[in-house]
């Protein structure tokens, strides 16, 4: 099977799909003036605009990986996710304390998805 790439730069593709399986790398705010409820706004905000680019959706998340750059915005970063996610799919999930490659960026999101039917 083909490998399906969007959004493929010289370090990375944004989205990979492969076998009805979606890969997104991992998401960062853009705007890393705002605090952890709004980063991870923003990030999800990604997330979901890249889903639906790949056919999928918040409702058809296989895994999540959650990096943040401080464990303590971790509830900050969950009352966010909380209000998100999907009621009765939420997914197998992972959140870490991790030092990130921006050390302004305070959350990183990498999530697997499958593609609708």
């Given at each position: 099977m083909a490998v399906i790439r969007h959004h493929v730069g010289a370090r990375l593709s944004e989205i990979a799909i492969h076998n009805g399986t979606v890969y997104l790398a991992g998401q960062i705010a853009d705007d890393t003036e705002q605090d952890i409820s709004g980063q991870t706004r923003e990030v999800l905000g990604h997330i979901d605009r890249l889903l639906a680019e790949a056919n999928s959706d918040k409702s058809l998340?296989?895994?999540?990986?959650?990096?943040?750059?401080?464990?303590?915005?971790?509830?900050?970063?969950?009352?966010?996710?909380d209000g998100w996610v999907a009621t009765g799919a939420t997914p197998p999930r992972a959140t870490v304390e991790s030092k990130l490659a921006n050390p302004k960026c305070l959350v990183e999101i990498v999530v697997v998805a499958a593609q609708r039917d």
């Amino acid at each position: 099977m083909a490998v399906i790439r969007h959004h493929v730069g010289a370090r990375l593709s944004e989205i990979a799909i492969h076998n009805g399986t979606v890969y997104l790398a991992g998401q960062i705010a853009d705007d890393t003036e705002q605090d952890i409820s709004g980063q991870t706004r923003e990030v999800l905000g990604h997330i979901d605009r890249l889903l639906a680019e790949a056919n999928s959706d918040k409702s058809l998340l296989l895994s999540v990986q959650i990096y943040l750059s401080d464990m303590v915005d971790f509830s900050g970063m969950n009352a966010v996710w909380d209000g998100w996610v999907a009621t009765g799919a939420t997914p197998p999930r992972a959140t870490v304390e991790s030092k990130l490659a921006n050390p302004k960026c305070l959350v990183e999101i990498v999530v697997v998805a499958a593609q609708r039917d």
